[in-house]
């Protein structure tokens, strides 16, 4: 079965994430950190579920503002990506809002937005690149797997 992909709704995601991000940098403003790390955190555990992905799926996507652009892909390095950015975030958040460490905070939500943009606008996923070594490494768990 060939699995798929909408790339479109990869890239509102990484906009979100590095629109969201920057403005609680700009604003100061760390509880923004951590709403973006947590609608990773959510969008990773349920795909479907991401706050992102759904603006998109319910409002954008059937007004036209955005098309898909639907590919053959596999969706699991892309959620590992996303798990990585919200730990990134969600470590970020506690930094700055637990520990009162600006420095380790915004450095942390600073690497997630220029990830996200590095994917966005030069069509590189690092987390997608890391998920490929790990698991050419043997180190990607593959549930279900077992019995192939």
Same mark, same amino acid.
């Given at each position: 079965?060939?699995?798929?992909?909408?790339?479109?709704? /990869?890239?509102?995601?990484?906009?979100?994430?590095?629109?969201?991000? %920057?403005?609680?940098?700009?604003?100061?403003?760390? *509880?923004?950190?951590?709403? %973006?790390?947590?609608?990773?955190? /959510?969008?990773? #555990?349920?795909?479907?579920?991401?706050?992102?992905?759904?603006?998109?799926?319910?409002?954008?996507?059937?007004?036209?503002?955005?098309?898909?652009?639907?590919? !053959?892909? !596999?969706?699991?390095?892309?959620?590992?990506?996303?798990?990585?950015?919200?730990?990134?975030?969600?470590?970020?958040?506690?930094?700055?809002?637990?520990?009162? +460490?600006?420095?380790?905070?915004?450095?942390?939500?600073?690497?997630? #937005?220029? *990830?996200?943009? %590095?994917?966005?606008? *030069? +069509?590189?996923?690092?987390?997608?690149?890391?998920?490929?070594?790990? !698991?050419?490494?043997?180190?990607?768990?593959?549930?279900?797997?077992?019995?192939?």
């Amino acid at each position: 079965m060939t699995k798929k992909v909408d790339t479109t709704a /990869i890239k509102f995601n990484q906009a979100c994430i590095i629109g969201f991000t %920057v403005l609680g940098f700009v604003l100061n403003q760390p *509880l923004l950190v951590l709403f %973006v790390g947590l609608v990773l955190l /959510i969008g990773t #555990i349920l795909p479907n579920a991401g706050l992102f992905k759904q603006v998109y799926q319910q409002l954008l996507k059937p007004n036209g503002l955005l098309k898909a652009n639907v590919i !053959d892909d !596999d969706p699991e390095p892309h959620q590992f990506a996303q798990g990585v950015g919200s730990l990134f975030l969600l470590a970020g958040s506690a930094a700055l809002l637990l520990f009162d +460490n600006a420095g380790v905070g915004w450095a942390l939500a600073w690497t997630v #937005i220029v *990830l996200a943009g %590095v994917n966005l606008f *030069l +069509n590189f996923c690092t987390g997608c690149f890391v998920y490929y070594q790990l !698991d050419r490494a043997g180190l990607m768990p593959h549930p279900g797997a077992e019995g192939k």
